[in-house]
T-cell receptor, first 110, second 115 residues
């Protein structure tokens, strides 16, 4: 059965800390892995990683895909209170299916 | 311009009622989805339509019936609502290609409360 597991489930850090969120997956015919940030509204897209694009960076956020280990990490450096959110990982095998992990709840305190 | 819109934003209703949630996207995408997010924030896919054809139907009670009148719309009808149906329902859309553009764009969500 295809599945996506994220860890930790929740995380509390102080502003300025660096955090690493993990996502591991077991899917057949992997095509892409996506990271989303969800605050009080709908998830917003952060990164998409594929076999041809295994590392992405945007400002303080970066993500790496390890196809050998079937996992991905999302790094956030110099965290700010605005980074507080649930971070969702989703994996797309072939076709139009998306499997979401349970998310990591990040709280950044001043 | 709103890319993916849902109505209503909030829906409070009694057990046993029938209700519908509407979703529209103006992105020209050919694939639309319905997700349920429960109180634990777990996001689970319910249905996926590609060019008005149902392609994913996860283990969802048959009280839930999606309707896609055209590529830009995917409505969710729920019969005989139960307490456990209380959740936030998200609509999303994407362009399905054999390449790699898998990005899904989400609507704002509909918070359903069943009393």
């Amino acid at each position: 059965e295809d599945k996506v597991v994220q860890s930790p489930l929740s995380l509390v850090v102080h502003e300025g800390d660096t955090v690493t969120l993990n996502c591991s997956y077991e899917v057949t015919n992997f095509r892409s892995l996506l990271w989303y940030k969800q605050e009080k509204k709908a998830p917003t897209f952060l990164f998409m990683l594929t076999s041809s694009g295994i590392e992405k960076k945007s400002g303080r956020l970066s993500s790496i895909l390890d196809k050998k280990e079937l996992s991905s990490i999302l790094n956030i450096t110099a965290t700010q209170t605005g980074d507080s959110a649930i971070y969702l990982c989703a994996v797309a095998p072939t076709g139009n299916q998306f499997y979401f992990g349970t998310g990591t709840s990040l709280t950044v305190i001043p | 311009d709103t890319a993916v819109s849902q109505t209503p934003k909030y829906l409070v209703t009694q057990m046993g009622n029938d209700k519908s949630i509407k979703c529209e996207q103006n992105l020209g995408h050919d694939t639309m989805y319905w997700y349920k997010q429960d109180s634990k924030k777990f996001l689970k896919i319910m249905f996926s339509y590609n060019n008005k054809e149902l392609i994913i139907n996860e283990t969802v009670p048959n009280r839930f019936s999606p309707k896609s009148p055209d590529k830009a719309h995917l409505n969710l009808h729920i019969n005989s609502l139960e307490l456990g149906d209380s959740a936030v329902y998200f609509c999303a859309s994407s362009q399905w290609e054999r390449q790699l553009t898998d990005t899904q764009y989400f609507g704002p969500g509909t918070r359903l409360t069943v009393l």
